[in-house]
């Protein structure tokens, strides 16, 4: 459990539902855009969290900063292969769309992982691409990520919000766009999530005059709207 204090405290409480009651507790300085995706760290009582666009590895009554850069765009706890796999961010994500790392639980060590600056689909050459990337979300076998995007075309309308969706792969060879929603349809988000067989993303998304929830095919990119909903936006 995740509680904030006044202030820049924060505290990780572990609570023992059997015997209804807590058994450890860990303080750390949080900030106010937290992260309440709190992933537990595998065979042990640790977890992993963001906090402020940084991960913390809490574990033995202990937080620990994992980044210190502050631009983490999203990360994943592969339990197979003992390790913290994350995505930062670039200064320009035309010329560099992100890049990608992996912290070694067992080795205690982190190590930057082979990635494309341009990926086809994306920002394919200088000066082509989004302006800011919003969120990374990892697949559940951590083979593919969806990439939350402002593209260039809203930089004048000053609309930092997710607009486009894409899939890539995680060697970066392709990206394939899912959803774009243009700032005409005065949409304030996405949200999506991956289904456990990393084969299909479900989206929900608002525009003018209602609210879509879709699900699509990440190998070929067909789409089934399974709820629309007039009369509401995000």
Known sequence: TLLSDEGNLGKLVWYDLEKKSAYQEVAFEASRDVSMNITPVPRT????????????????????????T????????????????????????????LTLWEYDLRLRSVRKLPFPDHVPGINPKPRTGPTELRYVKFSHD?????????????AQH?????????????AGNQAKKLVSIHPSNEATGLMAAISPDSNSVAVLYGDKTSLTLSRFDVATG???V???????KM
């Open 70 to 97: 502050g631009d983490v765009l999203g990360f994943a706890v592969d339990a197979n292969k003992d390790r913290v796999l994350f995505a930062r961010s670039t200064k320009n994500s035309q010329y560099i769309l």
């Open 142 to 154: 951590f083979q593919n990520m969806l990439i939350f995007a402002v593209p260039e075309a809203l």
């Open 45 to 68: 009582d640790g977890v992993v969290l963001m906090n402020s666009s940084n991960l913390v590895l809490a574990e033995f009554g202990e937080s620990k900063p994992l980044t210190t």
């Open 222 to 224: 067909a789409k089934r």
């Open 158 to 170: 000053r609309v930092l919000v997710f607009q486009d969706l894409y899939w890539i792969d995680i």
């Open 226 to 232: 399974l709820k629309r909903i007039h009369g509401t």
